[in-house]
Every structure is written in C-alpha cells, then in structure tokens.
C-alpha cells in the first residue's frame, strides 16, 4: 500500500502532469497532423471513381474516412484544453463532446455494417441486391441517425463544473454511472464485435473459394480495419469495467474499491493527461 501510495504521489506532482500534458499534446498534435491529411487522401482516391463505379464497401470506407475527420477536427480543441483547462464554456463543450462522440460511434457503427454486408453480400447475394442502391443510401442515412442517438446520452451527462476547469461526465449517482459505463461498453465494444466476429466466423465457416475471396486487398483491408477495432478499443472498455467494479464494491469492499480506482486513475495518468481521452469517464 504504501509503495502504491508514493506511485500515486509522484504521479500527481506537478512537474509530472506538467510534461505528461506537454507529451499529450505532442501525440494529439501528430494525429491530427498525419491524420487529417491521410483521411483526406483516402476521401479524394475514393471519390475519383465514377459514383457507378463505387460499391458498398467503398461508401462504408468514406463514412469511416469522415467519421475518423470529424473526431479529428475537434483536437485542437482538445490540445487547448490540455494545456489551459477547459475555458471555452458549456455550449463548446456538448458541441465538441457531441461531435466526438458522433465520429465514434459511427466509427463502429460502419465497421460493424462492414462484417454484415460481407456475410450477406457472400452468402445470400440476391437478398442484398434487392436493396438497390436506395436502400443502401437509407442503411448509410440511418448509421448515422444511430449514431446521433447512442451520443444523446453521453452528451447529456457532459458538462463544465462549478469552479472547475474541465470538460467531463457530471453524474449524480453510481447507478447512473455505472448505467452509463454499461451502456458505452456493451454498445460501443461488446455487441458490434460480437456481430463481427459471428459474420466472419460463418463465412469461413461456409464458405471456402467464393467471391470473399476474390479481391485479397479488399479482403485484407477489411479485416486489418476489425483487429485495429479491437486493439484500439479493448483498452478503453477494460477501463470501463475497472470503473464499474470500483463504484460496484465502494460499499461492500471500500478497500478493493479504493485500490482498483487508484491504480485505473493511475495507469491513465501514465498513458496521457486526463484531457487526451475525453471520452473517458474520468
């Protein structure tokens, strides 16, 4: 305890978070920079196909391209805040917190609608073409009305404290908490994969040498996207449930509670600022 007592102190000293913020801003000053440009490109090789030429694939490739441009476009509001504190108002921060949460979830929202228009499109073909491409349209259009609604709940709880200089998750009890904690974890990581790893599961399951098959890059491409969905977000939701546990046993076991938050607050520290992740619950 009181090895853990000395980590938490040291990483709580000033000139710690001082170039832990500075650090943080670096990383999100390069994604930005390398990001931006990178997604941009992928949008104008796209787009320089006939709109006859692109297929489904190709439309859920932009809207991931112009998810990950939105929720890049709101860092350096991010950046500011992690060397100035929040001082932009409450407006700013459920229209920045609205924007992220928007590009995220229809992040993986249109990678989950990867995996099922590879199974269906392999598998039952006529049924998706009987779409037609109005109905892929309406399915693109209600991705991100979906979208809208998984971010209602995660922008209502956001707001700037009294006296405080942060953008955060402002709830008033542990049930709301941890309901708000179940609900990113199983919406944002639990179910989209589960339905991913089910479609493809079945497709190699059914299928040996088809149409899955015939385009590699393609094939390859959409995979890499679904192992970088779950390294890039496997973390965030181990967190999560380090959190729910933590407020779960504050009653029962206060000292496990006490411990589990301590290190899940400190190992967040080591990995960036408390501002780099606002998606966080922190």
């Not at 700037?160 to 179940?182: F, M, P, Y």
Request: aromatic letters at 8%; hydrophobic letters at 50%; one cysteine or more.
């Amino acid at each position: 305890m009181e090895q853990l007592n000395s980590s938490s102190t040291s990483i709580l000293d000033p000139t710690f978070q001082d170039s832990g913020r500075l650090t943080s801003s670096v990383i999100l000053g390069m994604c930005c920079v390398l990001g931006l440009p990178a997604n941009i490109a992928v949008l104008v090789v796209i787009l320089r196909r006939s709109p006859r030429r692109l297929n489904f694939t190709l439309y859920l490739m932009l809207n991931l391209a112009s998810s990950d441009i939105l929720c890049l476009t709101t860092v350096p509001v991010w950046i500011y805040t992690v060397l100035h504190g929040w001082t932009l108002g409450r407006v700013v921060c459920k229209l920045a917190s609205f924007l992220l949460y928007l590009s995220l979830y229809a992040n993986v929202l249109t990678v989950t609608l990867l995996g099922i228009h590879r199974y269906i499109q392999v598998l039952y073909p006529k049924r998706w073409n009987c779409l037609g491409h109005k109905g892929e349209r309406a399915l693109l259009l209600a991705l991100w009305g979906l979208a809208c609604v998984l971010t209602a709940p995660a922008v209502a709880t956001r707001d700037v404290g009294d006296g405080e200089l942060k953008c955060q998750k402002q709830t008033g009890s542990n049930a709301e908490i941890i309901a708000v904690l179940i609900s990113e974890t199983i919406l944002g990581f639990v179910v989209p994969f589960s339905v991913l790893v089910t479609c493809y599961c079945c497709l190699h399951r059914r299928v040996n040498n088809t149409s899955l098959f015939s385009s590699v890059k393609l094939t390859r491409l959409v995979t890499s996207v679904i192992v970088a969905f779950f390294i890039f977000w496997i973390p965030v939701h181990i967190v999560n449930v380090v959190d729910i546990a933590g407020v779960v046993l504050q009653s029962s076991q206060p000292e496990v509670s006490a411990v589990l938050l301590n290190n899940r607050s400190i190992a967040a520290r080591i990995g960036s600022d408390q501002y780099t992740k606002p998606y966080l619950y922190l």
